[in-house]
Protein backbone atom coordinates (compact mmCIF):
# COMPACT_ATOMS: atom_id res chain seq x y z
CA UNK A 1 0.00 0.00 0.00
CA UNK A 2 0.58 3.85 -0.30
CA UNK A 3 3.73 4.78 2.39
CA UNK A 4 2.27 8.19 4.19
CA UNK A 5 4.39 9.24 6.93
CA UNK A 6 3.31 12.15 9.28
CA UNK A 7 5.60 14.77 11.75
CA UNK A 8 5.57 14.71 14.47
CA UNK A 9 4.28 11.98 15.88
CA UNK A 10 3.71 13.67 18.91
CA UNK A 11 3.50 17.12 20.76
CA UNK A 12 3.14 18.89 23.50
CA UNK A 13 2.23 22.38 23.14
CA UNK A 14 1.19 25.13 26.02
CA UNK A 15 -2.16 26.94 24.82
CA UNK A 16 -1.79 29.94 22.84
CA UNK A 17 0.89 28.80 20.73
CA UNK A 18 0.94 27.09 16.89
CA UNK A 19 1.59 24.15 16.26
CA UNK A 20 2.54 22.62 12.38
CA UNK A 21 1.92 19.19 11.39
CA UNK A 22 3.65 17.80 8.00
CA UNK A 23 2.14 14.72 6.12
CA UNK A 24 4.02 13.00 3.51
CA UNK A 25 3.04 11.27 0.62
CA UNK A 26 6.20 9.04 -0.15
CA UNK A 27 5.03 6.75 -2.76
CA UNK A 28 1.95 8.19 -3.67
CA UNK A 29 1.25 11.72 -5.98
CA UNK A 30 -1.55 13.18 -3.23
CA UNK A 31 -3.59 15.34 -5.96
CA UNK A 32 -6.29 15.31 -2.54
CA UNK A 33 -5.52 15.09 1.10
CA UNK A 34 -8.41 14.54 3.25
CA UNK A 35 -7.28 15.67 7.37
CA UNK A 36 -9.26 13.91 10.09
CA UNK A 37 -9.06 14.34 14.16
CA UNK A 38 -9.84 11.56 16.66
CA UNK A 39 -10.71 12.17 20.28
CA UNK A 40 -10.10 9.88 22.62
CA UNK A 41 -12.41 6.54 22.01
CA UNK A 42 -14.45 7.60 19.04
CA UNK A 43 -14.19 7.48 15.84
CA UNK A 44 -12.59 9.80 12.88
CA UNK A 45 -13.66 12.52 11.71
CA UNK A 46 -12.90 14.50 8.46
CA UNK A 47 -12.02 17.70 9.19
CA UNK A 48 -10.74 19.49 5.82
CA UNK A 49 -9.96 18.32 2.31
CA UNK A 50 -7.70 20.11 0.27
CA UNK A 51 -6.37 19.84 -3.25
CA UNK A 52 -3.09 20.89 -4.29
CA UNK A 53 -2.52 24.02 -4.98
CA UNK A 54 -6.12 25.38 -3.90
CA UNK A 55 -7.80 26.27 -0.81
CA UNK A 56 -8.89 23.86 1.39
CA UNK A 57 -12.44 22.73 2.00
CA UNK A 58 -13.89 22.46 5.62
CA UNK A 59 -15.94 20.49 6.66
CA UNK A 60 -18.84 22.12 8.77
CA UNK A 61 -17.87 23.28 12.44
CA UNK A 62 -13.94 23.54 11.65
CA UNK A 63 -12.95 26.70 11.43
CA UNK A 64 -10.53 27.62 8.75
CA UNK A 65 -9.16 30.07 10.23
CA UNK A 66 -7.90 27.94 13.10
CA UNK A 67 -6.82 25.18 11.37
CA UNK A 68 -4.59 26.08 8.27
CA UNK A 69 -3.77 23.73 5.52
CA UNK A 70 -1.22 24.32 2.77
CA UNK A 71 -1.14 21.59 0.21
CA UNK A 72 1.47 23.19 -2.15
CA UNK A 73 3.52 20.13 -3.58
CA UNK A 74 1.80 16.29 -4.73
CA UNK A 75 3.74 15.37 -1.73
CA UNK A 76 3.49 17.43 1.16
CA UNK A 77 0.33 18.86 3.20
CA UNK A 78 0.60 20.55 6.13
CA UNK A 79 -1.94 21.26 8.58
CA UNK A 80 -1.41 24.30 11.74
CA UNK A 81 -3.15 24.33 14.60
CA UNK A 82 -3.13 28.53 15.59
CA UNK A 83 -3.30 29.51 19.13
CA UNK A 84 -4.13 26.14 20.31
CA UNK A 85 -6.51 25.48 23.40
CA UNK A 86 -6.66 22.40 25.38
CA UNK A 87 -9.56 21.17 23.97
CA UNK A 88 -7.54 21.25 20.13
CA UNK A 89 -5.93 18.13 22.28
CA UNK A 90 -6.62 15.22 20.10
CA UNK A 91 -4.91 12.55 16.96
CA UNK A 92 -4.86 14.07 13.95
CA UNK A 93 -4.69 11.90 10.74
CA UNK A 94 -4.03 12.35 7.38
CA UNK A 95 -5.13 10.40 4.34
CA UNK A 96 -4.14 11.64 0.62
CA UNK A 97 -6.31 10.99 -2.11
CA UNK A 98 -5.48 10.61 -6.02
CA UNK A 99 -7.33 11.98 -8.55
CA UNK A 100 -10.04 9.49 -10.43
CA UNK A 101 -10.84 8.48 -6.98
CA UNK A 102 -10.37 4.86 -7.64
CA UNK A 103 -7.49 4.53 -5.60
CA UNK A 104 -7.46 2.84 -2.11
CA UNK A 105 -7.38 5.27 0.63
CA UNK A 106 -4.52 4.82 3.23
CA UNK A 107 -3.99 6.56 6.48
CA UNK A 108 -0.65 8.31 7.88
CA UNK A 109 0.50 7.14 11.46
CA UNK A 110 -1.40 9.94 13.02
CA UNK A 111 -0.05 13.03 15.24
CA UNK A 112 -1.28 13.29 18.99
CA UNK A 113 -1.27 16.82 20.07
CA UNK A 114 -1.98 17.71 23.33
CA UNK A 115 -2.21 21.49 24.28
CA UNK A 116 -1.34 22.14 28.07
CA UNK B 1 -24.83 12.70 2.69
CA UNK B 2 -23.53 9.70 3.86
CA UNK B 3 -24.20 8.41 7.35
CA UNK B 4 -22.69 4.88 8.47
CA UNK B 5 -23.59 3.06 11.88
CA UNK B 6 -21.85 0.04 12.94
CA UNK B 7 -22.56 -2.32 15.80
CA UNK B 8 -21.43 -3.72 18.19
CA UNK B 9 -19.51 -1.20 20.00
CA UNK B 10 -17.59 -3.82 21.59
CA UNK B 11 -17.28 -7.68 21.15
CA UNK B 12 -15.18 -9.91 22.91
CA UNK B 13 -14.60 -13.69 21.92
CA UNK B 14 -12.30 -16.56 22.86
CA UNK B 15 -9.48 -17.07 20.71
CA UNK B 16 -9.99 -19.64 17.96
CA UNK B 17 -13.77 -17.86 17.98
CA UNK B 18 -14.93 -16.15 14.48
CA UNK B 19 -16.09 -12.40 15.29
CA UNK B 20 -19.28 -10.42 13.17
CA UNK B 21 -18.98 -6.97 13.06
CA UNK B 22 -22.17 -5.38 10.35
CA UNK B 23 -21.98 -1.92 9.39
CA UNK B 24 -25.03 -0.06 7.21
CA UNK B 25 -24.73 3.15 5.56
CA UNK B 26 -27.29 5.42 4.09
CA UNK B 27 -26.19 6.61 0.80
CA UNK B 28 -27.17 4.40 -2.52
CA UNK B 29 -24.37 6.45 -4.77
CA UNK B 30 -21.44 4.49 -2.01
CA UNK B 31 -19.40 2.03 -4.12
CA UNK B 32 -16.26 1.51 -1.59
CA UNK B 33 -16.41 0.47 1.66
CA UNK B 34 -13.16 -0.78 3.25
CA UNK B 35 -12.45 -1.77 6.88
CA UNK B 36 -9.87 -0.22 9.03
CA UNK B 37 -7.72 -1.73 12.10
CA UNK B 38 -6.39 0.94 14.24
CA UNK B 39 -4.23 -0.33 17.39
CA UNK B 40 -4.06 2.01 20.18
CA UNK B 41 -2.09 5.02 19.17
CA UNK B 42 -1.38 4.25 15.30
CA UNK B 43 -3.10 5.34 12.48
CA UNK B 44 -6.02 3.27 10.84
CA UNK B 45 -4.88 0.49 8.47
CA UNK B 46 -6.61 -1.27 5.64
CA UNK B 47 -7.14 -4.86 5.96
CA UNK B 48 -9.75 -5.46 3.37
CA UNK B 49 -12.04 -3.40 1.04
CA UNK B 50 -14.87 -4.60 -1.15
CA UNK B 51 -16.65 -2.36 -4.05
CA UNK B 52 -20.09 -2.27 -5.02
CA UNK B 53 -19.61 -4.79 -8.36
CA UNK B 54 -18.72 -7.99 -5.48
CA UNK B 55 -20.86 -9.57 -3.42
CA UNK B 56 -18.10 -11.24 -0.93
CA UNK B 57 -14.49 -11.04 -0.76
CA UNK B 58 -12.06 -12.95 1.34
CA UNK B 59 -8.58 -12.63 2.08
CA UNK B 60 -7.17 -15.50 4.56
CA UNK B 61 -9.05 -15.67 8.23
CA UNK B 62 -10.70 -11.98 7.08
CA UNK B 63 -14.00 -11.54 4.76
CA UNK B 64 -15.94 -9.29 3.46
CA UNK B 65 -19.57 -9.35 2.53
CA UNK B 66 -21.79 -6.60 0.97
CA UNK B 67 -25.21 -6.40 0.51
CA UNK B 68 -25.78 -3.14 -1.99
CA UNK B 69 -29.88 -4.08 -1.46
CA UNK B 70 -29.63 -3.78 1.96
CA UNK B 71 -27.21 -0.90 1.75
CA UNK B 72 -24.87 -3.15 4.69
CA UNK B 73 -21.88 -4.81 4.23
CA UNK B 74 -19.86 -7.14 7.38
CA UNK B 75 -16.55 -8.04 8.69
CA UNK B 76 -16.01 -11.58 9.36
CA UNK B 77 -13.04 -12.60 11.06
CA UNK B 78 -12.45 -16.30 11.89
CA UNK B 79 -9.79 -18.39 14.27
CA UNK B 80 -9.61 -15.05 15.82
CA UNK B 81 -6.03 -14.42 17.87
CA UNK B 82 -5.11 -11.98 20.93
CA UNK B 83 -3.31 -10.19 18.11
CA UNK B 84 -6.67 -9.30 16.36
CA UNK B 85 -7.62 -7.51 19.16
CA UNK B 86 -8.19 -3.75 18.52
CA UNK B 87 -10.61 -1.07 17.19
CA UNK B 88 -12.05 -2.01 13.83
CA UNK B 89 -13.83 0.55 11.42
CA UNK B 90 -16.21 0.71 8.57
CA UNK B 91 -16.53 3.24 6.24
CA UNK B 92 -18.20 4.21 3.02
CA UNK B 93 -17.84 6.20 0.02
CA UNK B 94 -18.74 7.01 -3.29
CA UNK B 95 -14.91 6.37 -4.49
CA UNK B 96 -15.32 9.69 -6.73
CA UNK B 97 -11.99 12.04 -7.13
CA UNK B 98 -12.23 14.40 -3.79
CA UNK B 99 -14.71 12.06 -1.50
CA UNK B 100 -13.57 11.00 1.71
CA UNK B 101 -15.00 8.15 3.18
CA UNK B 102 -17.44 8.66 6.10
CA UNK B 103 -16.53 6.11 8.86
CA UNK B 104 -18.43 4.37 11.95
CA UNK B 105 -17.89 4.82 15.34
CA UNK B 106 -15.77 1.56 15.50
CA UNK B 107 -16.06 -1.57 17.48
CA UNK B 108 -13.78 -2.82 19.95
CA UNK B 109 -12.56 -5.93 19.61
CA UNK B 110 -10.76 -8.22 22.71
CA UNK B 111 -9.63 -11.77 22.01
CA UNK B 112 -8.89 -13.64 24.79
CA UNK B 113 -6.80 -16.74 25.12
Known amino acids: GAVVSQHPSRVICKSGTSVKIECRSLDFQATTMFWYRQFPKQSLMLMATSNEGSKATYEQGVEKDKFLINHASLTLSTLTVTSAHPEDSSFYIC????????????FGPGTRLTVL | GENVEQHPSTLSVQEGDSAVIKCTYSDSASNYFPWYKQELGKGPQLIID?????GEKKDQRIAVTLNKTAKHFSLHITETQPEDSAVYFCAASPQQAGTALIFGKGTTLSVSS
Open chain 1, 95 to 106: SPGASGGAATQY
Open chain 2, 50 to 54: IRSNV
